[in-house]
Antibody, heavy 117, light 113 residues
C-alpha cells in the first residue's frame, strides 16, 4: 500500500529550526514530484514547497522562501523539509503529498508544528 | 498567482439530496496544448488529512463513489454530490494544478440539514 509517514514536528520557539521527514513506502520518490502543504489550526490548505523526481527542480511559496529547504535521501526513500527562522504564523499541520505533477494524489497523515515562546 | 474562490463557504443539505459546490479561478485552467482543465477536488473529513477525489476537472480517482462528479471548463468549475450520504460530511477544496504556486480554494464546509 502506498503510504507517506511524516515525523519531526513539535514545539519550537520563534527563530528556531525543525526538520520534518516524510518516509515513503510502496513507491519510489525518484519517480514522483513531492509536495508539502500546511494547514493552520482551523484554516484551509496552503501549498508550501515541492520538488521533482530527481530533485533538480524545487519551488517554494513566497512566505517560506529563504527559510525552508526541501531535500531528499533516495537511499532512505525519504523527503525532508528543513525549516529555519520559524515564526508564529508557521504553526500548522504539515502534510507530505505525492504528486502526479501538481496533482496531489496521496496525502500523509501530517505532523504538527507549533511555534511559540 | 492563480486565485481560487469557492462558493458557498458552507452548505447544509438533506440526506439523499444534491449538493453543489462551485469554484472559480482568476485565470483559465484550460490548457490549449492538451485541451485539459487543470482542476482538482479534495475532500477533508473531520480529523483526517485531505483526500483527492477528482482531477482534470472531471476524472474521479479510483474508489471514489460515482455520486461525486466534477464539471466545468476555463475558469468555472462545479463539484456535485448527487445523493448526499452521512459519510460525505467534510470540507471540500478545489485546487489548481496548472502552475506553481499551487493554490487552493478557501474550502466549503458541507453538513447534513
Amino acid at each position: 500500500e502506498v503510504q507517506l509517514v511524516e515525523s519531526g514536528g513539535g514545539l519550537v520557539q520563534p527563530g528556531g529550526s525543525l526538520r520534518l521527514s516524510c518516509a515513503a513506502s510502496a513507491f519510489s520518490l525518484n519517480n514522483y514530484w513531492m509536495h508539502w502543504v500546511r494547514q493552520a489550526p482551523g484554516k484551509g490548505l496552503v501549498w508550501v514547497s515541492c520538488m521533482n523526481g530527481d530533485g533538480s527542480i524545487k519551488h517554494y511559496a513566497d512566505s517560506v522562501k529563504g527559510r525552508f529547504t526541501v531535500s531528499r535521501d533516495n537511499a532512505k526513500n525519504t523527503m525532508y523539509l528543513q525549516m529555519n527562522n520559524l515564526r508564529a504564523e508557521d504553526t500548522a499541520i504539515y502534510y507530505c503529498i505525492r504528486g502526479a505533477g501538481y496533482i496531489l494524489d496521496v496525502w500523509g497523515q501530517g505532523t504538527t508544528v507549533t511555534v511559540s515562546s | 498567482d492563480i486565485v481560487m474562490t469557492q462558493s458557498p463557504d458552507s452548505l447544509a443539505v438533506s440526506l439523499g439530496e444534491r449538493a453543489t459546490i462551485n469554484c472559480k479561478s482568476s485565470q483559465s485552467l484550460l490548457s490549449t496544448s492538451n485541451n485539459q482543465n487543470y482542476l482538482a477536488w479534495h475532500q477533508q473529513k473531520p480529523g483526517q488529512p485531505p483526500k483527492l477525489l477528482i482531477s482534470w476537472a472531471s476524472t474521479r480517482e479510483s474508489g471514489v463513489p460515482d455520486r461525486f462528479s466534477g464539471s466545468g471548463s476555463g475558469t468555472d468549475f462545479t463539484l456535485i454530490i448527487s445523493s448526499l450520504q452521512a459519510e460525505d460530511v467534510a470540507v471540500y477544496y478545489c485546487q489548481q494544478h496548472f502552475s506553481e504556486p499551487i493554490t487552493f480554494g478557501q474550502g466549503t464546509r458541507l453538513e447534513i440539514k
